[in-house]
Structure formats: C-alpha cells, structure tokens
C-alpha cells in the first residue's frame, strides 16, 4: 500500500497585491488538501507586540472545496474589541472591526501536478503570512464539506469511507457566511491507526468583546475531536467526541451542545495517525519522543501555554501555537497570546523559522518555549526543545503516518513560493 506523502511551508502575500494576484505553493507530488494557518504577522522569524491578532484557519481539497474561520482582536485597545467571521469561500481572511464581512481573503485558485495556486480575491489589509500543510499520495482522497453538530448524531457526507477528520470554525449558527462579536474559534482532529484505533483532540479559544478589561481563554484536551467555549465567565460550552468513521462520514456524541453548530470537515482517506500527548521540556537538547506506533511522514503539533484542562475547565488567556512539520525536513510555527484580565488588550504573536521548530509556546511579550522535529523514526518522530522555560508544558501531536527517511535532512528548508 503507498503511503500518503506531506509538504510544508508557507507563503506570504502583501497589502499591496491587489484583487487577482497568485502565488504558487510547490510540491514535489499532486496534493489532494491543504490545511492553511495565520496568525496574522508579515514573515518569518518575527515576534511582536504591537500588531491585532489575526488569526485564519482554513481547509481545502479542491477550488469549489474549502473552509475558513477567521478572527480578529485589537492590540492595545482600552476595552476588548473581538471578531469572528467564517465562510466556505476561501481559505485564508481577514476580519474588520464589527466582523460584518471579510476585508481580506485568499482562495484556492487550482490544483496544480506539483502543488496549489493561491490567488487573492480580497485585497489584505495587512503583509499576511501563510503556514500550510499539503496531503498528497496516489491512494488519498481528500473532501471538505460543512457539517452542523447537533446533540448527537453522524456526518454521512463524505464521498468515500475516511480514516481522519480535521475540523476548523467557531460553532456558530447554521447560516454561512456568518460573522458576529467575540473572537471564538475551535480547531479539532480525529483518526484512526492501521489498527482501527481512533485518538482525538481539540483546541477552542475566546476573546470576549466589549468589556472593560479583557476576559480571554482556551481549552486544549485529547478528549474530543471538538470543542468550543463561551464567555462570562469563560467555559466549555461545546465538545463533540469521534466515535466511529462510516461508510460515508463519521459518528459521534455530543457531551455539551448549547445550540446547533456549523464547522467545516476536512475528511481524508488513506491518512492513517495518532493524536499523541507529550509535554515538554525545561532544558533544551533533549529528545522528546512522540510515540505513534507507526512511521511518522508529518506532525501537526499544537497547544497552548497550561497542561490539558480537565475534562471541562478552560484556562486563562486566549492563543495557542499550531505548527507543521514533515519528514522531508520541512516545519514551520505560528502563535499568538492575548492576555487575559488586564485594562488595555495585549497580545503577542510570533512565527518560528524553519530552523527554530513547528511548536511556539508565546508567553506576554516574548517567546517563552521553541520546539522542532529533529528526527522521523519508525514510531513516530522526537521533537527537540530549541527554546526551554520553567515549566513543563502538554502538546499534542497529529502523527501522519508516511515513509521516514532512512537519513535525517541535514537542514531544514520550505517548500518554494512563486510569484505569478
């Protein structure tokens, strides 16, 4: 059986490139999906603290085929000024003050033999710089499609029987696009292993709007493959939990469920993985073994700043870090923190070089915590700390399951962006 093959890297499109303007993400194969990630800073290697968050996280597996839940959250503002929009029209954006529509949008303009073109279809308000992950393999198929939670139930709308579902949106209503107040988004991941054994795990995050002093946080857990949070004061107010892939989709229950709940669903076919939990170190140059059980191809690595909550605790502090990693040498991370309880907003937001890692712990006003895969086993891969704090930290890690080199990459290295 062939096994699936990863790209990653990034591209990064400008404020001044108008309506129309492509950029080309190359791959060595014809991909199948894209997971596409920002966190809204210009480029590589960057930390800041003067700059909104805008967060985009979005999904495709075809040009008439894509999701994304985006977000917004003024930096040094007096009062907390929060959206969230998300669409199945592209699969990056930006949100305006009052989330009433996308001021910034990049699509899926063609599948191409050797990788995607991207194309704007609304002008950036800001240099926006793109994570992504490319799926690809002769025996992949590859759909996404829009699925609304209720309590409990399945998702039949899948064109072929799956092994993984990688879902991204904030929960909202059943109508799209749809925007509204609060920055809230979810991002969840499920899969099964060659043994049919099905590991999970989620993130949710919040920042509340107009509030006199900030009220933000996030819930990390590998309980469920969805989760989603509400405000005054923060919680669980959502979670979903992957109890069987079908013929045609996916079952699962639902443990809290406020109110109908609309996410878009990447589902593959021939991804096999694990979601494992690992935590990690306060020194740097030690392994950190990710045990999978199976040869790691790619990783996507995320977590906050606290250990995973229990089962329904959120913890202070909306951000997080979701970064991507592959066996061909390529990684890349992006974080954000937007500080919980304070007068003014304050947020932070850092991108990692691809020497620095595929995991970014962002504490206020710095970097507090870097991590990179260093080397793909037979069971996984091991990730290394290239910065360390004092404190021990729960990630956890999508293992991809692919072909792990029989030598290590001597360096790092991205996958090429072209102008067009």
């Not at 003067?50 to 917004?72: E, L, Q």
């Not at 590991?199 to 989760?227: C, E, I, K, P, R």
């Not at 909550?309 to 870090?321: K, R």
Request: charged share 15%; hydrophobic share 45%.
């Amino acid at each position: 059986m062939a096994l699936p093959v990863y790209a990653a890297g990034t591209l990064r499109f400008l404020a001044s490139d108008v309506v129309g303007t492509t950029r080309v993400f190359s791959t060595p194969f014809a991909p199948k999906a894209f997971v596409v990630h920002a966190q809204g800073l210009p480029d590589l290697g960057q930390v800041s603290t003067t700059i909104n968050w805008r967060p985009s996280i979005g999904v495709a597996s075809s040009p008439s085929k894509r999701h994304v839940s985006a977000g917004m959250s003024q930096d040094a503002f007096a009062s907390s000024s929060c959206w969230t929009r998300q669409a199945a029209d592209f699969v990056a954006a930006t949100v305006p003050v009052g989330g009433a529509s996308f001021n910034g949008a990049i699509d899926l303009d063609a599948m191409l033999s050797s990788g995607g073109r991207f194309i704007v279809d609304v002008q950036l308000p800001v240099d926006f710089l793109l994570s992504i992950l490319a799926i690809g393999g002769d025996e992949v198929e590859a759909d996404v499609h829009t699925h609304t939670f209720g309590a409990s139930g399945s998702d039949t709308s899948a064109p072929f029987a799956p092994d993984a579902a990688i879902l991204v949106g904030f929960a909202g209503p059943t109508a799209l696009p749809f925007g509204g107040s609060s920055f809230l988004q979810s991002f969840g991941v499920g899969i099964r292993d060659r043994g049919g054994i099905i590991t999970q795990g989620s993130l949710a995050n919040l920042s509340a709007d107009s509030l006199a002093t900030m009220d933000t946080g996030h819930y990390v857990q590998l309980l469920d493959f969805w989760s989603r949070l509400q405000g005054g004061p923060i919680a669980v107010n959502g979670r979903h939990r992957l109890d069987s892939f079908l013929a045609n989709g996916f079952s699962y229950t639902g443990r809290e469920v406020p109110f109908a709940q609309i996410v878009g669903v990447l589902v593959l076919k021939g991804v096999r993985g694990k979601v494992v939990g690992v935590k990690t170190k306060t020194v740097t140059g030690v392994a950190i073994p990710v045990s999978a059980g199976l040869p790691g191809g790619a990783a996507v690595v995320f977590g906050g700043r606290v250990n995973f909550e229990a089962d329904d605790v959120a913890g202070d502090n909306a951000g997080y870090s979701l970064g991507f990693a592959t066996a061909a040498g390529q990684q890349i991370a992006q974080g954000a923190l937007d500080e919980d309880a304070v007068a003014d907003s304050a947020i932070t937001l850092a991108a990692l070089t691809a020497d620095e890692g595929c995991y970014v712990q962002v504490d206020p006003g710095a970097v507090g915590a870097k991590a990179k895969a260093s080397r793909w086993t037979p069971d996984g891969l091991e990730l290394e700390m290239t910065q360390a704090d004092g404190a021990e930290t729960d990630v956890a890690v999508l293992v991809l399951e692919g072909e792990a080199p029989t030598s290590q990459p001597a360096r790092w290295r991205y996958a090429r962006m072209e102008a067009r």
